[in-house]
């Protein structure tokens, strides 16, 4: 008998639905940020948060660096 435990499998659909969602995240702070658009420092601080958050359920998953290496991916894409 094994001592080492095994990860649960994960559900490739569901990881690429939550990268999907830190894509969109990133979006809609870039549309806060571009210069038609006046939001309040509440309003781009709260969609940081949600951006956060997304990176952190996502490294649940694949891990605390692949998580944050698709959230600056994200991020740069968003901003560019």
């Not at 690429?16 to 940020?33: E, F, G």
């Not at 509440?42 to 694949?62: D, F, G, P, W």
Request: aromatic share 4%; charged share 15%; net charge negative.
């Amino acid at each position: 008998m094994s001592t080492q435990q095994q990860q649960p499998q994960e559900n490739p659909s569901m990881i690429a639905q939550m990268r999907a969602a830190l894509d969109l995240d990133c979006q809609a702070l870039a549309n806060l940020k571009a210069p038609s658009f006046a939001a309040s420092h509440t309003v781009i601080n709260n969609k940081y948060q949600v951006i956060e958050q997304s990176r952190s359920t996502l490294a649940q998953h694949i891990g605390e660096e692949a998580a944050t290496n698709a959230m600056v991916d994200a991020y740069n894409k968003a901003m560019s």
